[in-house]
């Protein structure tokens, strides 16, 4: 088993930044995926971004392309999001996620090939 635990979430004001942690621990994977969904109130919990286990391969939703960045840290079993640019529609519960990899390093984008998910930090953004 993994446990998988977010922070960084907090209020910031729109066209401010955070940085989201994801520490993962129990179990280890030689190679997993690592990705970001979100979920605002009464909306189905979307992708974000994703990152293979070399950190080679990163994929970003459009809404948030070319303002959020993805990174990992395997020696310390991190997952980051940058987030620049904020806007009060990326007001969420941000989630992490991870998955075994074996053959490719390609990060899903499918919600429902994530194993393992942490419980969420709340990312709020005024207007």
């Known amino acids: 088993q993994v446990q998988l635990v977010e922070s960084g979430g907090g209020l910031v004001q729109a066209g401010g930044s955070l940085r989201l942690s994801c520490v993962a621990s129990?179990?280890?994977?030689?190679?997993?995926?690592l990705g970001w969904f979100r979920q605002a109130p009464g909306k189905e919990r979307e992708f974000v971004a994703g990152?293979?286990?070399?950190?080679?391969?990163?994929y970003y939703a459009d809404s948030v392309s070319g303002r959020f960045t993805i990174s990992r840290d395997n020696a310390k079993n991190i997952v980051y999001l940058q987030m620049n640019s904020l806007k009060p529609e990326d007001t969420a519960v941000y989630y992490c996620?991870?998955?075994?990899?074996?053959?490719?390093?390609?990060?899903?984008?499918?919600?429902?090939?994530?194993?393992?998910w942490g419980q969420g930090t709340q990312v709020t953004v005024s207007s």
């Open positions: 996620a991870a998955v075994p990899q074996v053959w490719v390093e390609v990060p899903p984008t499918n919600l429902y090939e994530y194993d393992y």
């Open positions: 990152i293979g286990w070399s950190g080679g391969t990163t």
């Open positions: 129990g179990r280890t994977f030689s190679r997993y995926a």
